[in-house]
């Protein structure tokens, strides 16, 4: 599959609940003129509690650095978690560009502002004790997310996001929610852009909010989404965990159709 640009953020690497070995998967079979990092892509306050670097994170790090110096133009806008790296923003590091902000033109014409978007987490802004009980809430939440997917591995069940299934049900976290998309859809009229694409807050999202495109790329720790351009300019939401999923099962109908069992010839 090739795109002309390709969003990802909140990839969490040195982070326990990081899903590198989809996001693996998601690099090895896509091909991208420009590969947009949309921040927290290595989790700094996660490695700074306990390190953690496990041979899936490495593969990670090492695929998007091998794209940069293969043609791919990958242009990296730190985060939160990340933000030792904003002290290098208009730099070039290992072939990637590294930026506060940018301004992607899709081949619509449509000026969309990237940014990772904690300026809108009004959390994040909010005093030291709230951010800690939110990071607790969410560790456990994480938590749970991990023994279920455990459970549904035994079944034979495909991932499920029980955190995404969670936050979009509690009245407080979905007000939450709408009131990001709403200040990073003011921010995209502030700078006359048509659209903006962020992250931060692990919520995949496409909608018009007053007229401008509001884009949410998602997350590799609960939603494995990335976000795409399609070669006409058309933006898509892929759910990789979803679409493998139907991959398989399309793969098993048509194998259910052969009558006999074949074997191709062993080459010498």
Not at 4 to 22: Q, T, V
Not at 189 to 199: F, K, L, P, S, T
């Amino acid at each position: 599959m090739h795109y002309n640009a390709i969003w990802l953020s909140d990839i969490h690497l040195g982070y326990r609940d990081c899903k590198a070995n989809f996001l693996l998967d998601f690099l090895n079979k896509t091909h991208t003129n420009r590969l947009y990092l949309v921040g927290d892509v290595v989790d700094l306050w996660a490695m700074k509690r306990s390190f953690l670097w496990p041979p899936s994170h490495h593969e990670v790090l090492r695929k998007i650095i091998d794209l940069a110096n293969n043609g791919t133009r990958v242009i990296y806008i730190p985060g939160n978690h990340d933000d030792l790296m904003r002290e290098v923003a208009g730099t070039v590091l290992l072939n990637i560009e590294i930026h506060q902000q940018f301004v992607h033109t899709t081949h619509e014409g449509k000026k969309l502002l990237l940014l990772h978007g904690d300026e809108f987490d009004h959390a994040v802004l909010c005093s030291r004790f709230a951010r800690l009980a939110g990071d607790a809430g969410y560790s456990l939440l994480l938590h749970f997310n991990r023994w279920s997917n455990a459970l549904r591995r035994c079944w034979g069940l495909p991932y499920w996001s029980l955190a995404q299934y969670v936050k979009n049900r509690v009245r407080n976290a979905r007000a939450a929610i709408i009131a990001f998309e709403e200040a990073a859809a003011k921010e995209a009229v502030r700078q006359e852009a048509d659209g903006i694409v962020c992250g931060h807050i692990h919520q995949p999202e496409i909608r018009t909010i007053d007229g401008i495109l509001y884009c949410n790329d998602g997350d590799w720790v609960e939603s494995c989404t990335a976000l795409v351009e399609h070669r006409q300019g058309k933006l898509e939401l892929l759910h990789w965990g979803d679409l493998q999923q139907a991959i398989k099962c399309d793969q098993a109908a048509n194998d259910s159709t052969i009558s006999a069992p074949y074997s191709l010839p062993r080459l010498s």
